[in-house]
Structures are given as C-alpha cells and as structure tokens.
C-alpha cells in the first residue's frame, strides 16, 4: 500500500477546451495498465472540444450541472452522482453550465483521445434533455 504523491493540479490546453478548466490525477495506470482516472473541474461556460475516445470514458458528475453531448443528439443536463458512459469513438463534448462550476470523474483508458474542433456557442445552447424531471 502507498499513499499516492499526486502531480499538481494543471490547467487543460486551450486548443482542446473553451473557457477555464483544470485536471487532478487519481490514477495512472502502468505497464499493461492504461487506465486513466481523473477529477476535472470546469469553469462557469467552459467545456472540452469535440472529441472521441477509442476504447470509450465514464464520467461521474461530482459537484454542479454537467452538460454532455453526442454528435447529432441533444445536451444532455446530468447532476451530481450521474454516470454518463460514452462508447469508443462516439464525438462528444462535455463541460459546466453557463451559470455555475461543475467537477465530474472521468475514467478512460490509453492516451488517444481524438481531438476536433471546438464547440460552438450555439451548440452550446442547443436544446438539452435533463436526467432529472422537475415536478
Ligand atoms: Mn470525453
């Protein structure tokens, strides 16, 4: 057993998201390991670039409204302790609501995230379906 000595918390690179955001690493995995765990705390607005995944991610929605879309779909408004899985090279974004910050798990595996371009405002704005129904 060990405690683990975490990397300092960096910000994410502005040709992949839009608006501020920031990842701390809880796992690496090594050798034949290539799983990747980590927190990523998005600002007010901010979210990820078009992307894809080749074996797929998991996220789970920690702290504020998270938004997720895939390509040609609605916005989909996921709350804290949500799971939203996102199958091998699906495109999709994900990121905060325009009001508040938003901090989610994401679990992936291996460094090929397949990058595009970024999210326009008005995807952004598109129509959303929430996991939630208010009564
Ligand atoms: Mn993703």
């Known amino acids: 057993m060990e405690i683990v000595k975490q990397p ?3 910000k994410l690179p502005e040709e992949w998201f839009t608006g501020d955001a920031w990842a701390d ?3 690496r995995g090594e ?6 765990l980590n927190t990523v705390r998005f600002a007010p607005g901010a979210r990820t670039a078009w992307h894809s995944h080749s074996l797929g991610q998991t996220l789970y929605v920690i702290e504020g409204i998270a938004l997720i879309q895939p390509r040609g779909g609605e916005i989909i408004e996921a709350h804290p302790g949500d799971v939203i899985y996102t199958p ?5 974004w994900h990121g905060a609501s325009p009001d508040r ?3 989610h798990l994401a ?6 995230t397949a990058w595009a371009e ?3 405002d008005a995807d952004y704005g598109g129509p959303r379906t929430s996991t939630r129904t208010v009564s």
Request: no cysteine.
């Open 8 to 10: 300092a918390t960096w």
């Open 118 to 120: 970024k999210v326009t």
């Open 88 to 92: 091998p090279g699906e495109k999709h």
């Open 107 to 112: 679990l992936w595996e291996g460094d090929d």
């Open 25 to 27: 690493v809880l796992y």
């Open 31 to 36: 050798g034949e390991s290539r799983a990747r």
């Open 101 to 103: 910050f938003m901090a």
